[in-house]
């Protein structure tokens, strides 16, 4: 079956760095785009950024610069860095794999 285990999360200052991995497992993690989400308290869930097969990338306004997106695919892993983190980048962020699976997501908190 699809699982997807996000890690990576953790506590960090503003202006500090965090990368978060999604070790995924169950399906052919090579030929589907995958994607980050954020859910932010009392927020709806958000797309962060996907990737395609091909590596091409996108990014929500709010992260472009900042956050990178990228993948393996010999270890089925999705990658999240993400740089120069502001408060308001505080969410659980989850991965997504077409259609409807989702990982339980790891908590980032960005606070001094």
């Known amino acids: 079956q699809v699982q997807l285990v996000e890690s990576g999360g953790g506590l960090v200052q503003p202006g500090g760095s965090l990368r978060l991995s999604c070790a995924a497992s169950?399906?052919?993690?090579?030929?589907?785009?995958m994607s980050w989400y954020r859910q932010a308290p009392g927020r709806e869930r958000e797309l962060v950024a996907r990737?395609?097969?091909?590596?091409?990338?996108n990014y929500a306004d709010s992260v472009k610069g900042r956050f990178t997106i990228s993948r393996d695919n010999a270890k089925n892993t999705l990658y999240l860095q993400m740089n120069s983190l502001k408060p308001e980048d505080t969410a659980v962020y989850y991965c997504?794999?077409?259609?409807?699976?989702w990982g339980k997501g790891t908590l980032v908190t960005v606070s001094s």
């Open positions: 169950g399906f052919q993690f090579s030929i589907y785009y």
């Open positions: 997504n794999r077409p259609t409807g699976y």
């Open positions: 990737i395609t097969p091909d590596s091409t990338t």
